[in-house]
């Protein structure tokens, strides 16, 4: 049996999220219809995490067993030949018998872009989130590394299903950072995981900043245990993107 492990872009306007889904279409759906028809049997397609409905990935980690000993290269063309335009299959590789690319991740990066503008380029328009209104951006700027270091993300985090696992909402940021780029305020951050909606609802807070509607102190408080109430709002899912997952070499 062969352990693979696979690198997968995704336009997510068109899915219903990373999970499988009974009847609706999904990346990890499309992967395991793939595979499996490669394979002859059915496969389970493991990822490094669940994009929610509409968020984009340049640089999903997947992973799956199979005993076909099709060469890497020629199944990623099998695999891009049989699978939709809105998914497509980067790199294939060999990966270590126990590899799981979601609990052998050490750090995920996103990006989430919004577009300033007062119009915004129709091209462009799945893969931004069109907010033209006023914004204090410096101050959003400085607010974003607050977001650093170890803390309780239980205020940014949508209810899920897992929730009744009692799992740990801490989670550690490595970086949080947001720049202009031409008529883009770019976020970017890198953490050690996510919880549902998180990156979305860090984006919404960040953007209240910039309404005026919180200070640094109202930030600090949705980061402080046992806060009362949720932070945000999440932001839309088309702005979002996740562009890496990264793994002990």
Request: some cysteine; hydrophobic content about 40%; aromatic content about 8%.
């Amino acid at each position: 049996m062969r352990r693979i492990r696979i690198l997968v872009a995704y336009d997510g306007t068109e899915f219903h999220g990373w999970q499988v889904q009974p009847g609706l279409p999904t990346v990890q759906g499309w992967l395991e219809k793939v595979v499996s028809e490669i394979e002859g049997a059915p496969v389970k397609v493991h990822g490094s995490g669940r994009t929610d409905a509409g968020v984009h990935a340049l640089g999903q980690v997947a992973a799956f067993s199979l005993n076909n000993r099709i060469p890497c290269a020629n199944l990623r063309r099998a695999m891009n030949r049989l699978l939709p335009p809105a998914i497509r299959v980067l790199h294939v590789e060999e990966a270590p018998p126990d590899f799981h690319p979601r609990y052998h991740a050490r750090s995920k990066t996103y990006e989430y872009r919004i577009w300033r503008g007062e119009v915004c380029p129709p091209m462009r328009r799945l893969y931004l989130c069109h907010f033209p209104y006023p914004l204090d951006e410096e101050r959003m700027i400085e607010l974003a590394p607050l977001f650093e270091g170890e803390h309780d993300f239980s205020a940014f985090a949508a209810a899920d299903e897992r929730d009744a696992l009692g799992g740990s909402k801490v989670r550690t940021i490595f970086e949080s950072r947001l720049w202009r780029e031409g008529e883009e305020l770019v976020y970017r951050v890198r953490g050690s995981g996510f919880l549902k909606h998180m990156v979305r609802m860090m984006v919404g807070t960040l953007v209240e900043t910039g309404k005026g509607n919180l200070e640094r102190k109202d930030v600090e408080a949705r980061l402080a245990p046992g806060f009362a109430g949720k932070a945000g709002p999440a932001m839309p899912a088309s702005g979002l993107c996740l562009m890496s997952v990264e793994y002990e070499s």
